[in-house]
């Protein structure tokens, strides 16, 4: 497919266009939102989107596609915006997107695409993410043709886990012409999409369409087989028939703090908590079976300082909780959550608790949580991540009175596949060991991507592995070879 | 979807199904469970397995009917479907020649402590087994356990089949009898285990207890049905379910699957007035065409 370039439409001079002002995402009123689980963000109007195209500087080198780990092609989208293509638009998102409805809401484009744009050393950055959203909305809406399939090759590939990276990866090999079958341990295909993101951040129903969009590529899904234990990689292989595979099963075990009292009734790892509200819909208890606590009037908490914390922490202020703490314990300026969260988060509420650490949960008498105790912070010397490391200030204990707490401070590899994986070469840590640019392991025919790879990251870079897989089990599958020791690390 | 392919009541509320589920039936061994959702309303549900059957692609468990799902679930007859059905989850249990072992069944936990006790019979032990339950009516799989054991004793609380009394009464009886027990592994409701574990401490006989905490993905992802064992969290999920009796701490497992007691109440009570609209309406249906 040779890349057709749009010649520019827009009008206006670069000195015009640095003028334009960014157009602001309509949104929820902060009131209004913390009584529903609807998506905060409404979306670009077609009028909208257009003005906040023609902020593009069209530069010659792009920097926001360089940034971009699928690659996304933002001139030439953008340049069909401005021209009234919206379809168009679409296609070309999608020539290296699977999943733009799902990634114009959740990708931190601050990090990537618009923290890479030009205008960003003057003005506010153009609206990448929003016009992606726009795009993929309309494309939903008035309903695009499926792309056209390469012939198929008659080979089989599976893949365990139905997350973003599962997801990205199958939709590049069902476009290759293979034959694509995923597999999901839980429910509902989507993985973190569907029982991590929140409805208010990600409705279900784009994630649902975007994988019917997949499902009418010709990719299958299979729910319900836990990979590792329902069968095994091995099994699959040798006795499925499946030329290839890709392993995507994601962040695995939660990892609590490892303080006194986090066993009380009340205190939840961020994995259980969004499950419940995502996955099991305990939000709309009893329409829907499973539970959560009663959190109207309470005051509750979520320790750490990431997406995953925001998402929790917002969803209780959402379920009823008179007061929600984000307790962290390095400052605002470390916290990994998306500039968006935490601006959304303040308006709702959410207070801020920086520089402090749980240091014991206290027992209500009755095996409830009752409040934590903390500890003030610090920064130090840097650590190994770069940032300064906090360190407790002696004699600064306090208590903050909660009656729940979810724990969102990482996860760690779930060892299931590993461990019945004879071969399959893992981190001390334990996750997968590949190589870097094909994602290949240490076993002949498999391949491996995402968060069980990186440890937990987001979701943009988890389909960036899965595009990267995408492309070498292709050439896998063609060229039949394999180096006897593919990992270079 | 799950087809059913049989179900009967083997004891007041107490049913057994038999399921079509092929891949679980296939990897599934002594002392695993699978989780279950009915519908897409659904809360997902761990039940152990009680047998399965590589040929046909058949798994059976028995299900006691408690709150809203297993009360619903018990409804379900043959023909009918389970929307999902996803296992065998849980490390299996360790099969061992151990020389003498006494296998403790309380009410419907007999049914899962069953395909285990087989297992060690097949493995050469000596196998004393145990069941109880409240009432003559509520002592299960008598026959099937029976014929996986040396020894067979009854008990009933009310005295009304076997022996009066209960289950550790006849295991107090066993450890004082002079025979060399090298284990003991019991399943049945929380205050028997936590009552057996009491017993075999003090004669330090190495005891393996089948928790059954909260549970959601069954997968070790979220954390919900951690149990504290020897001072630690460790996931009854994929940790379990079965644990070293005496290094489990039963208060917190009683405290912990407290916390949604008021909900669930809520939701079986709701439930049951729906169940019973529905059986007027049909009534007054076939009325008013009378």
Redesign the interface.
């Known amino acids: 497919m040779s890349p057709t370039k749009e010649t520019s439409t827009n009008p206006f001079t670069l000195k015009e266009r640095m003028k334009f002002p960014h157009q602001p995402m309509p949104e929820q009123a902060a009131e209004l939102r913390i009584q529903n689980f609807g998506e905060v963000n409404l979306g670009y109007t077609e009028e909208l989107a257009r003005q906040e195209a023609l902020r593009c500087l069209e530069c010659a080198k792009c920097t926001c596609v360089e940034q971009c780990p699928v690659g996304v092609d933002v001139k030439e989208f953008v340049k069909l915006i401005v021209a009234g293509k919206l379809l168009e638009a679409a296609a070309k998102i999608r020539e290296n997107n699977v999943l733009p409805a799902i990634t114009g809401r959740v990708c931190p484009q601050e990090n990537h695409c618009e923290g890479a744009c030009l205008l960003h050393k003057k003005v506010d950055p153009l609206g990448i993410g929003y016009l992606e959203r726009f795009v993929a909305d309309y494309e939903q809406r008035v309903g695009a043709r499926v792309a056209q399939k390469a012939l198929a090759t008659g080979k089989k590939v599976a893949v365990v886990g139905s997350g973003p990276a599962g997801l990205s990866a199958a939709g590049d090999l069902v476009q290759k012409g293979h034959k694509v079958h995923v597999f999901e341990a839980l429910h509902e295909i989507g993985g973190v999409l569907v029982y991590g993101i929140p409805e208010f951040r990600l409705p279900k129903q784009v994630v649902r369409e975007q994988i019917d969009k997949m499902r009418d590529m010709g990719v299958q899904f299979e729910t319900d087989v836990v990979v590792g234990k329902t069968v095994t990689i091995d099994e699959l292989l040798e006795e499925e028939g499946y030329d290839a595979l890709f392993i995507a099963t994601g962040a695995g075990l939660p990892v609590f703090l490892g303080i006194p009292g986090e066993h009380l009734n009340g205190v939840y790892s961020a994995n259980e908590f969004l499950t419940r509200i995502n996955l099991m819909h305990a939000y709309e208890f009893p329409l829907y079976d499973e539970p959560i606590v009663d959190l109207r009037g309470k005051h509750v908490a979520v320790v750490g300082g990431g997406n995953t914390a925001l998402d929790a922490i917002r969803s209780a202020r959402r379920l009823g909780a008179d007061k929600a703490y984000v307790i962290y314990r390095r400052s605002e300026k470390e916290m990994p959550a998306r500039i968006e969260e935490v601006k959304h988060a303040q308006q709702e509420g959410i207070e801020f608790r920086i520089l402090t650490n749980p240091i014991k949960f206290l027992d209500d008498g009755r095996g409830g949580l009752g409040g934590t105790q903390c500890v003030q912070m610090e920064l130090g010397e840097r650590d190994a991540s770069g940032r300064r490391r906090p360190v407790p200030i002696a004699g600064s204990e306090f208590e903050i009175q909660l009656q729940a707490v979810v724990i969102a401070t990482g996860t760690s590899a779930n060892p299931l596949i590993q461990s019945t994986t004879p071969g399959l070469r893992t981190s001390k840590r334990g996750y997968i060991e590949v190589d870097r640019e094909t994602q290949r392991t240490s076993c002949k025919s498999v391949f491996a991507g995402g968060d069980i790879v990186t440890a937990g990251a987001t979701v943009i870079l988890a389909m960036g592995a899965g595009r990267r897989a995408a492309k070498s089990i292709h050439e896998y599958l063609t060229t039949g070879e394999w180096a006897e020791n593919p990992i270079k690390s | 979807m799950f087809r059913i392919s049989a179900a009967k009541f083997i004891a007041p509320g107490i049913k057994r199904f038999l399921i079509e589920a092929p891949?679980?039936a296939k990897?599934h061994q002594a002392g695993q469970f699978v989780i279950l959702?009915l519908d897409e309303?659904?809360?997902?549900i761990p039940l152990t397995v009680e047998s399965s059957n590589k040929e046909t692609g058949v798994i059976s468990i028995v299900v006691q009917s408690v709150g809203?799902?297993t009360h619903q679930l018990n409804g379900l007859d043959a023909g009918d479907g389970i929307?999902?059905?996803?296992?065998?989850?849980g490390k299996p249990s360790v099969i061992e020649n151990f020389g003498t072992v006494v296998v403790v069944g309380g009410g419907v936990g007999t049914a899962l402590v069953y395909p285990t006790t087989a297992a060690l019979k097949r493995a050469g032990n000596r196998v004393l087994s145990i069941v109880g339950g409240r009432n003559r009516d509520l002592v299960i799989l008598e026959e099937e356990m029976r014929a996986v054991s040396d020894e067979l004793y009854v008990t009933t609380d009310d005295g009304s089949y076997g022996k009066k009394g209960l289950v550790t009464d006849k295991l107090r009886e066993l450890l004082e009898s002079g025979e060399a027990i090298r284990l003991v592994l019991a399943v049945g409701p929380i205050p028997m285990m936590k009552a057996v574990a009491d017993l075999t401490r003090k004669k330090k006989i190495h005891t393996v207890v089948s928790l059954n905490p909260i549970m959601?993905?069954?997968?070790?992802?979220?954390?919900?049905c951690?149990v504290?064992i020897g001072g630690k969290?460790q996931?009854a999920c994929?940790d379990g379910p079965e644990f070293d009796a005496q290094e489990v701490?039963f208060d917190?497992l009683i405290?912990?699957n407290?916390?949604?007691r008021?909900?669930?109440k809520?939701?079986l009570q709701?439930y049951q007035q729906r169940v019973a609209n529905e059986e007027n309406s049909a009534c007054m249906v076939k009325e008013g065409a009378r």
């Open positions: 891949r679980i990897k959702r309303h659904g809360e997902r809203k799902t929307l999902d059905v996803v296992g065998p989850l959601i993905d069954g997968t070790g992802m979220c954390g919900g951690r504290l969290s996931f994929v701490d917190v405290q912990r407290r916390m949604y008021e909900a669930e809520r939701s709701e």
